[in-house]
């Protein structure tokens, strides 16, 4: 472009050059000087009028060109969008306490989440799944909205729907979910207050959950507390918690073996837990311990004779190393219950899994459960059973 311009500029000079350069054999039929220098002048406005046309498109040019690039700098929305999930095939050889032998090849589970970040201090996530529980049904799992930002402010506040700090995460390295999350998991509408600060963590929330006292009406009256602490150093990284919730039998578990009596209860009986876990080379070691703090009505959940006062247990240990290239981790774990008979759990169960990760995001996992009844004195069997289970688990 600007080679162009130039050109432009100096055509009038050319043009006069060429026509004073003729202008000595100029005859009487040829134009005079004063034509020329006219005609020149023409010229002249027509290449000014050309390059002030110029000038314009090189501009809108330039102005095109910045706004696309800042567009392009611009974060979009769909960049703090993030869409993921898990599927598990899961083929399983069982013998029940009664003796009786059974297998079976299920989707045991199939799960899809959608987290967004639509401003910095908010944060949405949706989850559905699906699990083999025989109604063959998704269903929305968790919704939550997350209104903070703890990197620059320690205050946050949490809403919706999903499983309530009390237990801790419940992690494992074993295919199948601890006794502690089948006691204790609880997954209500609820909101919740925290604040964290240099690793310490304090949140409360408060809920109307599923279980109510007869004759109190349905009312937000369930409340729970959770306090933790982590820290990670080059070598280790650990993490210790605590929770009390004034309803455990808000928990899944526990309003599915109060059955008929979750909303007719005389007390609400609260729920204390702890739960630890360090990570050092390639170990993890996890412990976890809840119980009932006082007992139920035997009208309500029963255990010998008597009001249940459930309580569950678990301590887990991994290692992870690579075999052949391929990451492989071997678990063992040892869990047990207390007056946890009516919730269909065992008094203890051993077990140990081992899972390799066959290429990114797909991995299989083989688990041996071995699991004691409580006793015909408690009135359970006495006896044993087993769980033998392969998984396939592919995540995206």
């Not at 501009?59 to 611009?74: D, F, G, I, L, R």
């Not at 929330?205 to 109510?212: A, F, K, L, R, W």
């Not at 309580?311 to 678990?314: R, T």
């Given at each position: 472009?600007?080679?162009?311009?130039?050109?432009?500029l100096?055509?009038?000079?050319?043009?006069?050059?060429?026509?004073?350069?003729?202008?000595?054999?100029?005859?009487?039929?040829?134009?005079?000087?004063?034509?020329?220098?006219?005609?020149?002048?023409?010229?002249?406005?027509?290449?000014?009028?050309?390059?002030?046309?110029?000038?314009?498109t090189?501009?809108?040019?330039?102005?095109?060109?910045?706004?696309?690039?800042?567009?392009?700098?611009?974060?979009?929305?769909?960049d703090?969008?993030?869409?993921?999930?898990?599927?598990?095939?899961?083929?399983?050889?069982?013998?029940?306490?009664?003796?009786?032998?059974?297998?079976?090849?299920?989707?045991?589970?199939?799960?899809?989440?959608?987290?967004?970040?639509?401003?910095?201090y908010?944060?949405?996530?949706?989850?559905?799944?699906?699990?083999?529980?025989?109604?063959?049904?998704?269903s929305?799992?968790?919704?939550?909205?997350?209104?903070g930002?703890?990197?620059?402010?320690p205050?946050?506040?949490?809403?919706?729907?999903?499983?309530?700090?009390?237990?801790?995460a419940?992690?494992?390295?074993?295919?199948?979910?601890?006794?502690?999350?089948?006691?204790?998991?609880?997954?209500?509408?609820?909101?919740?207050l925290?604040?964290t600060?240099?690793g310490?963590?304090l949140?409360g929330?408060?809920?109307?959950?599923?279980?109510?006292k007869?004759?109190?009406?349905?009312?937000?009256?369930?409340?729970?507390?959770?306090?933790?602490?982590?820290?990670?150093?080059?070598?280790?990284?650990?993490?210790?918690?605590?929770?009390?919730?004034?309803?455990?039998?808000?928990?899944?578990?526990?309003?599915?073996?109060?059955?008929?009596?979750?909303?007719?209860?005389?007390?609400?009986?609260?729920?204390?837990?702890?739960?630890?876990?360090?990570?050092?080379?390639?170990?993890?070691?996890?412990?976890?311990y809840?119980?009932?703090v006082?007992?139920f009505?035997?009208?309500?959940?029963?255990?010998?004779?008597?009001?249940?006062?459930p309580?569950?247990?678990?301590v887990?240990?991994?290692?992870t190393m690579?075999?052949?290239?391929?990451?492989t981790?071997f678990?063992g774990?040892?869990?047990?219950?207390?007056?946890?008979?009516?919730?269909g759990?065992?008094e203890?169960?051993?077990?140990?899994?081992?899972?390799?990760?066959?290429?990114?995001?797909?991995?299989?996992?083989?688990?041996?459960?071995?699991?004691?009844?409580y006793?015909?004195s408690?009135?359970?069997?006495?006896?044993?059973?087993?769980?033998a289970?392969?998984k396939?688990?592919?995540?995206?």
């Open positions: 472009m600007k080679t162009l311009s130039h050109l432009l100096r055509l009038p000079v050319c043009t006069a050059a060429l026509m004073f350069g003729f202008s000595g054999h100029a005859t009487s039929q040829e134009p005079k000087l004063a034509d020329l220098v006219k005609l020149i002048e023409v010229q002249q406005q027509q290449i000014n009028t050309l390059r002030t046309q110029l000038e314009t090189v501009s809108k040019a330039n102005q095109t060109a910045s706004t696309v690039e800042e567009s392009m700098a611009k974060p979009s929305f769909l703090s969008i993030s869409i993921g999930g898990a599927a598990e095939v899961e083929m399983t050889s069982t013998e029940a306490f009664s003796g009786a032998e059974s297998s079976d090849i299920a989707l045991a589970t199939v799960e899809a989440f959608i987290d967004a970040q639509p401003h910095e908010l944060g949405t996530h949706v989850q559905f799944i699906y699990e083999d529980d025989g109604t063959e049904t998704i929305l799992d968790e919704a939550t909205f997350t209104l930002n703890v990197e620059k402010n205050f946050y506040l949490i809403g919706g729907k999903w499983a309530l700090p009390f237990g801790g419940f992690d494992t390295s074993m295919s199948s979910d601890p006794l502690t999350k089948s006691l204790g998991e609880t997954k209500e509408a609820a909101l919740l925290g604040a600060k240099d310490a963590t949140e929330y408060i809920y109307n959950g599923d279980s109510q007869s004759g109190g009406g349905d009312n937000i009256d369930q409340f729970g507390i959770n306090a933790g602490y982590g820290f990670e150093t080059n070598s280790v990284a650990y993490n210790v918690g605590l929770g009390y919730i004034n309803n455990i039998g808000d928990s899944d578990g526990v309003t599915s073996g109060l059955a008929g009596n979750a909303t007719a209860i005389n007390n609400y009986r609260g729920g204390a837990e702890v739960h630890a876990d360090a990570a050092f080379g390639g170990f993890v070691v996890r412990g976890n809840m119980t009932t006082l007992s009505e035997t009208g309500e959940l029963a255990f010998n004779g008597q009001g249940a006062k309580s569950a247990w678990s887990e240990g991994a290692y690579p075999i052949l290239g391929k990451e981790t678990a774990t040892v869990q047990g219950t207390k007056e946890a008979l009516a919730l759990l065992p203890l169960r051993v077990g140990g899994a081992v899972t390799v990760g066959i290429v990114d995001h797909f991995a299989i996992t083989g688990e041996y459960l071995h699991d004691t009844d006793d015909t408690d009135g359970g069997t006495g006896n044993s059973g087993h769980t289970t392969l396939l688990a592919a995540d995206f």
